[in-house]
């Protein structure tokens, strides 16, 4: 799986590069069996909402995963960079294991009709 990072209004440091490659990468072992099309490409945006907010949730966090048959979408506002790529690592684990149950039921109800 491959990792696109953009910043919008933010400077995007090594650090927090490693931390979204890292964070990422348990997601990439997740699909490696969907890649038998090509490679799988995970969008991700980081940005500061506006320029001039210092209080509240002014981080915004946002990825787009490309599936064979479905597009899995997640975002998050958060006080801290790092919590809102959390969150929306969470979001994005639970909606590939949505996808892989359901490709699981729907190819495994064939392979038992056939036995």
Do not use: C, W
């Amino acid at each position: 799986m491959r990792v696109d990072v953009l910043g919008n209004k933010l400077d995007l440091t090594p650090s927090i590069k490693k931390y979204i490659d890292d964070k990422f990468a348990p997601l990439g072992k997740m699909l490696s069996r969907f890649e038998y099309g090509g490679e799988i490409v995970l969008f991700i945006e980081i940005a500061r909402s506006t320029k001039h907010h210092k209080k509240g949730d002014v981080f915004y966090a946002e990825a787009t995963l490309e599936l064979p048959g479905k597009t899995i979408r997640a975002e998050h506002f958060d006080i801290d960079v790092r919590t809102s790529i959390d969150m929306v690592k969470d979001v994005l684990r639970e909606e590939i294991k949505k996808f892989k149950e359901k490709k699981q039921e729907k190819y495994g109800k064939k392979r038992e009709k056939n036995f």
